[in-house]
């Protein structure tokens, strides 16, 4: 059974920081792109941030030079350190991992930032 579990959301002032974790548990498995997506009350959900097995990154132009999303292979753990947020970064943020060639979620961690 693949899980991915997340932590590190919270409350925050505008201007602040929070790193999320995602952890796979997927041993058997390979991982291979993993996503941070974010959906915020009466919002799509959106994509934020995506890092391939091989290091590379892309980010939504809302967060480019704020945030930083990072993986640890051998703990298969990706991470996205949130850095001068805004109130308009508040959201429920997912975890997504494409595991074996489908596609996983996390539970969901909330953020919200106040101004």
């Known amino acids: 059974q693949v899980q991915l579990v997340e932590s590190g959301g919270g409350l925050v002032q505008a201007g602040g920081s929070l790193r999320l974790s995602c952890a796979a548990s997927?041993?058997?498995?390979?991982?291979?792109?993993m996503s941070w997506y974010r959906q915020a009350p009466g919002k799509q959900r959106e994509l934020v941030a995506t890092v391939t097995s091989g290091g590379n990154t892309n980010y939504a132009d809302s967060v480019k030079g704020r945030f930083t999303i990072s993986r640890d292979n051998a703990k298969k753990t990706v991470y996205l350190q949130m850095n001068s947020l805004k109130p308009e970064d508040t959201a429920v943020y997912y975890c997504n991992a494409d595991i074996n060639f489908r596609p996983y979620w996390g539970q969901g961690t909330q953020v919200t930032v106040s101004s």
């Open positions: 997927a041993s058997r498995f390979s991982i291979n792109g």
